[in-house]
């Protein structure tokens, strides 16, 4: 079995396993070759990414966790599209990832980070997938704070909806996108500035949003 390295930044790399056949196999998200600096946080995130995928274990349309151990998480690959490449214009697409959404959001996780197209994908059959889960939640109990996030997770696929098929919005989604969550208020006003700031002037990264590779 071969790797394919996909990524490798700050906290770590992350590659893509092919079988004997040149075929994908699954995704390896490799922290022991964070920087020292950035270590801790990256292996936070793995074990963020893990917990989630373990309690959303059974839907397809989220990768599976297959091990987490000794720095590296490895998840099952999930064959299609960035959303960003595919634009998807089908309504049923967007029928199906709010029922995504429902069952994420029934097993008490939220994604948190769904504004960025790569995560959405588009599989080989049309439906809807979601990657990524280095930011998700996963919580205890359906609380204020989790309804308000899991508004945002909502919230953000109108966006795309509204980017790929706007003539299909209705007047209740219209709505939704039109409120901001109190959690996305502030984050816009004084986390999302220190997000750019670290990010761009301290690391020099900037944001994959939108770009045309598929990452993971």
């Not at 004997?20 to 270590?39: K, S, Y």
């Amino acid at each position: 079995m071969t790797g394919l390295e996909l990524k490798r930044d700050h906290f770590g790399a992350v590659f893509l396993m092919l079988d004997d056949a040149g075929q994908p196999a699954h995704v390896c998200r490799d922290t022991r070759t964070a920087r020292i600096w950035a270590a801790p946080l990256a292996r936070w995130l793995a074990r963020k990414e893990a917990r989630a995928l373990r309690r959303l274990d059974g839907i397809s349309s989220v990768p599976r966790l297959l091990s987490h151990r000794a720095g590296v998480l490895t998840r099952s690959w999930i064959d299609g599209a960035p959303m960003q490449r595919a634009r998807p214009t089908d309504p049923a697409y967007y029928r199906a990832a709010f029922a995504l959404l429902r069952r994420l959001h029934v097993r008490k996780v939220v994604h948190n980070d769904l504004a960025k197209e790569p995560n959405w994908l588009v599989t080989v059959d049309g439906a809807p997938a979601l990657v990524d889960f280095q930011l998700a939640w996963t919580a205890r109990k359906r609380g204020r704070l989790f309804r308000a996030l899991a508004h945002d997770d909502l919230r953000h696929l109108l966006k795309h909806k509204r980017t790929y098929l706007p003539d299909r919005l209705t007047a209740r989604e219209r709505r939704v996108l039109a409120t901001r969550s109190v959690p996305s208020r502030l984050w816009m006003r004084t986390g999302k500035r220190l997000y750019l700031f670290v990010t761009r002037r301290i690391l020099h990264w900037a944001d994959r949003e939108g770009a045309g590779d598929r990452r993971f």
